[in-house]
């Protein structure tokens, strides 16, 4: 992925809708309704969030945000990487930028929720070898049998 670019993007633009709307869907399906957080459109677009797309000759590739929690700790949202792109490093490098990015604010932690169905496997299996570790539920998420909630010590030395 010599030629990837991730920048911030504008989650209303109409390939990021269109993906963001696959992330919706997939969640949906793998999960009941009540256990999914994904964000739309408009959420993504709050001043708390920074929104960024990971592209290769100008093809969308993925997508990630970063919620700012506090002053020393942000979540990962809407994590998500096109079926085709799947296996080839963009969910890697768009939470490596998640993460360097989090470092230059100074965040101590950062956090997340995603699901524990099949389909969620690949990327549970990508925040573990990113250090991330299993955590209870935080802030105002309720443990259910859908979710797994993670967390990363940035001040560790084992945090990718």
Do not use: Y
């Given at each position: 992925m010599s030629s990837l670019l991730?920048?911030?993007?504008?989650?209303?633009?109409?390939?990021?809708?269109?993906?963001?709307?696959?992330?919706?869907?997939?969640?949906?399906k793998e999960s009941p309704p009540?256990?999914?957080?994904?964000?739309?459109?408009?959420?993504?677009?709050?001043?708390?969030?920074?929104?960024w797309s990971a592209r290769?000759?100008?093809?969308l590739l993925g997508v990630v945000?970063?919620?700012?929690?506090?002053?020393?700790?942000?979540?990962?949202?809407?994590?998500?990487v096109?079926?085709?792109a799947r296996g080839k490093g963009a969910g890697?490098?768009?939470m490596e930028h998640l993460l360097d990015e989090a470092r230059g604010r100074g965040y101590a932690s950062l956090w997340l929720e995603t699901g524990?169905?099949?389909?969620?496997?690949?990327?549970?299996a990508l925040y573990e070898r990113l250090g991330f570790q299993r955590c209870p539920a935080f802030g105002c998420y309720q443990e259910t049998d859908f979710n797994v909630f993670m967390t990363l010590d940035l001040t560790a030395s084992h945090a990718a």
């Open positions: 991730i920048a911030p993007d504008d989650p209303a633009s109409a390939d990021v809708t269109a993906l963001l709307q696959t992330h919706a869907d997939f969640a949906l009540d256990t999914c957080h994904f964000l739309d459109v408009t959420a993504l677009k709050a001043p708390d969030i920074t929104f290769e000759n100008e093809v945000a970063l919620k700012a929690l506090d002053a020393r700790s942000g979540e990962v949202k809407s994590m998500h096109a079926q085709a890697r490098a768009l524990n169905t099949p389909g969620f496997h690949a990327a549970l």
